[in-house]
C-alpha cells in the first residue's frame, strides 16, 4: 500500500486521474525512490527541499490538473530538470497522456528516461537544447508545461515556435509574476489566466493561450 504522503499528494486530484488514486500513488513513490537515488551523484532537486518532496515539488506539480482538460493529450515540457511537473503528470494521466521532455544535461536526460521506461509512461526525453528543436520534427501540443525555468519573456520565446491554435502554456511562477506578465507583454501578446497555487503561498499558476510575438 502507499505512504500516507503519497496518497494524501495524490487524493485531492482523484477525478482528474486515468487510475485509482492507489496505483499512482504507488507509481510515483517509485519515482521518488529513483529521484533519491540519483540526487546521490546528480543534483536533481534542491537538497534543502528533498524533505518536502511530496508537499514542494509533487504536490506542486499534480496541482497543474486542475488546469489540464480531458481532451488534453499531447504535452511537451520544456526544462525538465529532475522532472517536475512532467513525471508526476504523466503518470496521474497514464495512458492517455503523450509527453515530450526537453532537457540537454546528459545525467538529468538519463535519469528521466530511466523513470520512463520504469514506471512505463509514454514519455520521450530530447536531450537537445529547446532552440534546437525543429517544431516539424514533433507533435503540437495541447499544453506546453515549464517549473523554474526563465522568466515568463524568454519562456515566450522559447514556447513560440511549439504554439498551435488550441495550445496552452500552464506556467508554476512565484511571487514576481505580475511583473513578469508586464515585462513579457511588451514583446509577445497573450491570454492568461492566473490561479493561486495550492501549496505555495507566494505561488501561481499562469495559464497562457493565443501566444503571439507583438509588431515592432
Request: some cysteine; hydrophobic content about 40%.
Amino acid at each position: 500500500m502507499a505512504s500516507s504522503e503519497a496518497l494524501a499528494a495524490v487524493a485531492p486530484y482523484a477525478s482528474s486521474l486515468t487510475r485509482d488514486v492507489e496505483s499512482v500513488a504507488r507509481d510515483l513513490e517509485s519515482y521518488a525512490d529513483l529521484l533519491r537515488k540519483w540526487q546521490r551523484i546528480q543534483n536533481l532537486v534542491s537538497r534543502e527541499t528533498l524533505t518536502e518532496l511530496w508537499t514542494r515539488h509533487m504536490a506542486d506539480s499534480l496541482q497543474t490538473l486542475s488546469r489540464i482538460t480531458e481532451k488534453d493529450s499531447n504535452f511537451i515540457d520544456l526544462g525538465s530538470g529532475g522532472g517536475f511537473p512532467a513525471i508526476p503528470l504523466a503518470t496521474a494521466l497514464k495512458g492517455r497522456a503523450h509527453y515530450l521532455l526537453v532537457e540537454p544535461t546528459q545525467r538529468k536526460v538519463s535519469f528521466l528516461r530511466t523513470v520512463a521506461r520504469e514506471l512505463g509512461l509514454d514519455a520521450k526525453v530530447d536531450s537537445r537544447r529547446i532552440e534546437q528543436i525543429d517544431p516539424r520534427e514533433t507533435f503540437v501540443p495541447d499544453v506546453i508545461t515549464s517549473r523554474a525555468l526563465a522568466n515568463l519573456e524568454t519562456l515566450c520565446g522559447m514556447m513560440l515556435p511549439f504554439f498551435g491554435p488550441n495550445t496552452r502554456a500552464i506556467l508554476h511562477k512565484g511571487r514576481e509574476h505580475v511583473e513578469e506578465i508586464e515585462q513579457a507583454s511588451t514583446r509577445f501578446a497573450f491570454n492568461v489566466l492566473v490561479t493561486r497555487s495550492d501549496t505555495d503561498p507566494n505561488g501561481v499558476l499562469l495559464e497562457l493561450s493565443n501566444l503571439s510575438r507583438k509588431d515592432r
